[in-house]
């Protein structure tokens, strides 16, 4: 009688499936790829207005 009343026991204590279940990827290794892709397009932006100011400069120095 004792180990029918120990079963009943075991489970009743185990939790529900839901929550069993783990997050799914995306939420626990997130992804910084917008990040990413921001700071990708700012170096590009400063690039190019580095080469031309740089360009400018050089006619100023040196096209004439």
Known sequence: MENAKSS????HSLPDEDDMR?????VI????????TKIFQA???????LLTI???FWYQMYGQ
Do not use: E, F, Q
Not at 8 to 11: E, K, L, M, R, S
Not at 43 to 49: A, E, G, R
């Open 8 to 11: 009943n026991d075991t489970t």
């Open 43 to 49: 170096s590009l932006v400063i690039l190019l207005i």
């Open 22 to 26: 783990l997050p799914p990827r995306r």
């Open 29 to 36: 290794h997130s992804s910084d790829n917008a990040k990413a």
């Open 54 to 56: 740089g360009i400018i």
